[in-house]
């Protein structure tokens, strides 16, 4: 197949407490959303990507239902699996990365005693002292 994207990045870490299926969705996403994987593109199939991956068809294809109930990709019978060219569902799932990542920091920043705000102003001085 002629692809100028990586479907995922290399090295790709699999995270054993996760599930693989979540684990390919998620990254599959940010890549979407990105813009590395750009809307229209095709994708491999099932099959393409469960043996360049060494998984199961089943969880290759886990991945792409999610993938697919999230909006982000459409398949078309007979013709392959494509990313949605729809700019809206795109812009959400990007929305919906960083309230996650937000989410995880202000998690990090309670766990130290420290607000948001005041991990980014250590991260603005400690930026300038380096």
Excluded at 30 to 37: E, K, L, N, Q, T
Excluded at 48 to 67: D, F
Excluded at 101 to 113: D, N, P, Q, S, V
């Amino acid at each position: 197949m002629d692809q100028s994207f990586e479907l995922l990045p290399e090295p790709f870490q699999i995270n054993p407490s996760l599930p693989i299926y979540e684990q390919f969705a998620w990254a599959i996403q940010g890549r979407i959303v990105s813009g590395h994987i750009p809307p229209g593109s095709r994708l491999p199939s099932v099959r393409e990507l469960a043996a360049g991956r060494g998984v199961n068809p089943t969880t290759a294809a886990r991945t792409y239902q999610e993938l697919e109930r999230m909006g982000l990709i459409v398949t078309y019978r007979g013709q392959g699996t494509f990313v949605t060219r729809d700019a809206a569902v795109i812009g959400e799932a990007r929305k919906e990365i960083m309230r996650k990542a937000i989410k995880e920091f202000k998690a990090a920043a309670g766990k130290l005693g420290l607000t948001a705000a005041q991990l980014l102003e250590f991260d603005k001085e400690d930026s300038h002292d380096g």
